[in-house]
Nanobody
């Protein structure tokens, strides 16, 4: 299994930028697809982006495409989420997660990091 720790969340003004990091330890990082999710109070957890274990492929939800960029550094076992043009509706707890080979679900999750966007 893999252990995940998110960091970088803070209060930021609308229109600003923020970069989140997800540090992984344990099993080889490159063995996993990695995802970014967020959850606002009273709402379902929302998938934002997936970086695939092989190649440079990254997919995004329509709500963040063009504003957010997910990337991974397998040598450093770290996942990133660059967030630009932030809006108050982006306020949520942001999570990273890992999906192993032959698995359909993301089984490993970090503790989350709070992002608050003020008007």
């Amino acid at each position: 299994q893999v252990q995940l720790v998110e960091s970088g969340g803070r209060l930021v003004q609308a229109g600003g930028s923020l970069r989140l990091s997800c540090a992984a330890s344990g099993r080889t990082f490159s063995s996993y697809d990695m995802g970014w999710f967020r959850q606002a109070p009273g709402k379902e957890r929302e998938l934002l982006a997936i970086t695939w274990r092989s190649g440079a492929r990254t997919t995004y939800a329509d709500t963040v495409k063009g504003r957010f960029t997910a990337s991974r550094d397998n040598a450093q076992n770290t996942l990133y989420l660059q967030m630009n043009s932030l809006k108050p509706e982006d306020t949520a707890v942001y999570y990273c997660a890992a999906r192993a080979l032959l698995r359909s679900a993301f089984d490993y999750w970090g503790q989350g990091t709070q992002v608050t966007v003020s008007s």
